[in-house]
């Protein structure tokens, strides 16, 4: 493949994460076309952008679409958004897993998705649990190269009110001081960090399964 004909394809462009790493792929002459699968189409546009307005429940029916050489898997959801915990569980694990099938089954070999720290398919804590069972299933579809993001507390400007969320972000950088030792995995990350480390890694692209947490953003 030329240099500068990557094809990358995001689920989760409207996240905090996603909507970075969008802005990152865009700029990266190494890219020739960033497909976004989006249920609202965003509200920019550029050369190299291509936005699928789709709905989510009937994503196999674009499986003709999953044109690219790597896919980014942002996908997520709040508790708050999606309260009853088998919604939940139908995007975040639901969506995330078929969209990678998908991509699997279309030729595309790299995968990177966005997990959690503490993820545990062991784990009794339903979020945890849940993060652990798609990182788990992911790695068994099989891709040549499968990168795993494992931050804590993400930080940023998200396009939608979390009053609770602000103030606890505001907090962060004091309390991550105190974050030493074990505690280190817990700091905080913000948006811009996690979503450069991801480009980075993609830049460096090597066969395997790597999970990559606090010590590598």
Same mark, same amino acid.
Not at 54 to 64: K, T
């Given at each position: ?48 952008? /291509?936005?699928?307005? +789709? %709905?989510?429940?009937? @994503?196999? =029916? ?6 690219? $050489?790597? !896919? *980014? ?30 991509? /699997?089954?279309?030729? +595309? %070999?790299?995968?990177? @998705?966005? =997990? ?6 062991? $784990?009794? !804590? *339903? ?91």
């Amino acid at each position: 493949m030329e240099i500068n004909n990557k094809k990358a394809i995001v689920l989760g462009a409207s996240g905090l994460i996603g909507s970075q790493l969008v802005y990152l792929l865009l700029k990266d002459e190494t890219f020739s076309q960033v497909t976004l699968f989006v249920r609202k189409e965003l509200s920019f546009s550029d050369n190299k952008l /291509k936005q699928i307005t +789709i %709905e989510f429940n009937d @994503l196999e =029916s674009y499986n003709s679409e999953f044109d690219g $050489s790597v !896919i *980014f898997l942002c996908l997520g959801t709040t508790r708050k958004k999606t309260p009853n915990l088998e919604d939940y569980r139908a995007i975040d694990y639901g969506i995330t897993l078929r969209a990678a099938k998908l991509a /699997k089954s279309a030729g +595309i %070999e790299e995968v990177h @998705l966005i =997990s959690a720290i503490g993820a545990n398919s062991k $784990s009794i !804590i *339903f979020y945890s649990k849940l993060k652990g069972e798609i990182e788990e299933d992911l790695i068994k579809i099989g891709f040549e190269s499968t990168y795993i993001y494992q931050p804590s507390m993400l930080i940023g400007a998200r396009g939608e009110s979390r009053p609770a969320e602000l103030i606890f972000q505001k907090l962060m950088p004091f309390i991550d001081l105190f974050m030493i030792g074990k505690l280190k995995k817990y700091r905080s990350v913000s948006k811009e960090k996690l979503a450069q480390a991801i480009l980075n890694y993609q830049s460096n692209t090597k066969k395997g399964i790597h999970l990559i947490n606090y010590k590598n953003f």
